[in-house]
């Protein structure tokens, strides 16, 4: 993107504050830009965005992601996958960054197989559905607020349970195992301890042997 350099006193007239730019940029240019109150909302981040210094993506190219507020990911997890896939830096850190909300919809838009946001595949289950089924779909279902309908319309089935459990099950099985495996190798260890402990002892007791038939051969070769 190619830039030029605008006198201060012009651009501050035609921009006079910073939550002007953030809205031009919004409503003209539709860049998909964290909430206007967000912490990294600065004249350095937003002036970087538009300079194509830092990642940056258009509100058309944004896929939404429902439900998010279900999911448990950290910020600095979100930041971490985000920056696996953005061929510029963010502009932001952890200590400063946007919401979980914008971070989570830019992450689907960019991954949205990511294991955030479909969670680990041994333990999860899909229905298929077609693609376009879902697009639009109202997040505030109507009805959905009235006690007794609040059951999830799809359910797992007997089976499902049963891999889920026994997923479970597997993976506390492994940790076991390397808890017993990092025992035996304790042990083994200490085993090995032992013989060298024992061949020292019986080193030190033939030395001493040999001394003392040493000093025996000696006191009967010595004339009275």
């Known amino acids: 993107m190619e830039s030029k350099d605008i006198p201060l006193n012009l651009l ?5 504050t910073r939550s002007a730019l953030y809205h031009i940029m919004v409503k003209n240019s539709h860049y998909f830009l964290p ?7 600065t004249e350095d981040y937003l002036l970087g965005v538009l ?8 509100l058309e190219e944004r896929k939404e992601l429902l439900f998010k507020q279900d999911l448990k990911a950290t910020k600095s997890e979100l930041i971490n996958e985000i920056s696996k896939f953005a061929k510029k830096p963010l502009g932001f850190t952890v200590k400063s960054s946007p919401d979980k909300n914008w971070l989570f919809d830019v992450l689907n838009t960019l991954d949205s197989n990511n294991r955030l946001i479909v969670g680990d595949p041994e333990t999860t ?3 298929k559905v077609p693609e376009q ?7 505030n279902l109507r009805g959905a607020k009235r006690k007794g309908q609040r059951q999830m319309f799809f359910k797992l089935r007997k089976e499902e349970r049963m891999r889920q459990d026994l997923a479970k099950k597997k993976r506390i099985f492994k940790i076991k195992e390397e808890r017993v495996s990092s025992l035996t190798e304790t042990l083994e260890a200490a085993k090995k301890a032992l013989k060298d ?3 020292e002892i ?11 038939n040493k ?3 000696q006191t009967q070769e010595t004339p009275i």
């Open 133 to 139: 089924f879902l697009e639009n779909l109202p997040v």
């Open 12 to 16: 501050a007239k035609m921009i006079p």
């Open 125 to 127: 289950f899909t229905r």
């Open 215 to 217: 000093k025996v051969h």
């Open 51 to 58: 300079n194509g210094e830092y990642f940056s993506m258009k």
């Open 197 to 199: 402990c024992q061949q």
């Open 35 to 41: 909430p206007e109150k967000s912490p990294i909302i």
């Open 202 to 212: 019986q080193d030190l007791e033939m030395e001493i042997e040999c001394q003392n």
